[in-house]
C-alpha cells in the first residue's frame, strides 16, 4: 500500500497562473481533506469531501476549487494563483467521518507563487 | 468552533530527559484527544491518542494524559531520542464541522540533543 500520495511535491507559479494538485488514496477511504501549513499557523482546512461526488468548505476555502470524481482522488484546484497562496498543501484520508478516525496524511506539496 | 493552543512553541532537551507539551482547548464537547508527529518533509502522523472516558493512556515511551476539568491535554515522551526531533501538534476534531476536520495546534518543535 502507497497510502496517500501527492503530485507534484513541488511547483513555482507566477501569479495569475492556473494549476492543480493530485492527492490519491489506495486504503479506500470515504473522507478526504486538503489542509494547508504556514509557519507557525498549524494545518488549516482548505476543502474536504465525505465521499465520491461530493465536497464542502472548510477553514479556509477562498480561492480553491476541488473536485473528487473518483473515490480514490481528490484534487485542488488554483484557477488564478496569488501570493498569499504561496504554502505547503497536505492531502488527507479517512476511513469514515467519526471524530476518532485516524487521518493519514500525504507527503505534501510545497507550492512557491511568485 | 474549537479553539486550540498548545505550548511551549520550542523545546531543547538532552538525549534521555523527559518532554512535555501542553494543549489546551476550548469546546467542553470535545471527546477524542490526538497528538501528530511530522518530521521534516513528511507529513503528520498520528502517534498517540485518548478518548474522553480515560484520564492517561500509555504506548511504550511515549503518553498522552487528559484534564477534562480544566479543557487541556498534554503529551509525555520519556527517555528522549534524537529521532524524537520533530514538531508535534496536538489536533481536537472541530466538533462544530461535519467529518472529522481536525483543528490544528501552532505546533512545538522539540529538539533533541546527544
Known amino acids: 500500500n502507497a497510502g496517500v500520495t501527492q503530485t507534484p511535491k513541488f511547483r513555482v507559479l507566477k501569479t495569475g497562473q492556473s494549476m492543480t494538485l493530485l492527492c490519491a488514496q489506495d486504503m479506500n477511504h470515504e473522507y478526504m481533506y486538503w489542509y494547508r501549513q504556514d509557519p507557525g499557523m498549524g494545518l488549516r482546512l482548505i476543502h474536504y469531501s465525505v465521499g465520491e461526488g461530493t465536497t464542502a468548505k472548510g477553514e479556509v476555502p477562498d480561492g480553491y476549487n476541488v473536485s473528487r470524481l473518483k473515490k480514490q482522488n481528490f484534487l485542488l484546484g488554483l484557477e488564478s494563483a496569488a501570493p498569499s497562496q504561496t504554502s505547503v498543501y497536505f492531502c488527507a484520508s479517512s476511513y469514515g467521518g467519526e471524530s476518532t478516525d485516524t487521518q493519514y496524511f500525504g507527503p505534501g506539496t510545497r507550492l512557491t507563487v511568485l | 468552533g474549537e479553539n486550540v493552543e498548545q505550548h511551549p512553541s520550542t523545546l531543547s532537551v538532552q538525549e534521555g530527559d523527559s518532554a512535555v507539551i501542553k494543549c489546551t482547548y476550548s469546546?467542553?464537547?470535545?471527546?477524542?484527544f490526538p497528538w501528530y508527529k511530522q518530521e521534516l518533509g513528511k507529513g503528520p502522523q498520528l502517534i498517540i491518542d485518548i478518548r474522553s472516558n480515560v484520564g492517561e493512556k500509555k504506548d511504550q515511551r511515549i503518553a498522552v494524559t487528559l484534564n477534562k476539568t480544566a479543557k487541556h491535554f498534554s503529551l509525555h515522551i520519556t527517555e528522549t531520542q534524537p529521532e524524537d526531533s520533530a514538531v508535534y501538534f496536538c489536533?481536537?476534531?472541530?466538533?462544530?464541522?461535519?467529518?472529522?476536520?481536525?483543528?490544528f495546534g501552532k505546533g512545538t518543535t522539540l529538539s533533541v540533543s546527544s
Open positions: 489536533a481536537p476534531p472541530n466538533g462544530n464541522q461535519a467529518g472529522t476536520a481536525l483543528i
Open positions: 469546546d467542553s464537547a470535545s471527546n477524542y
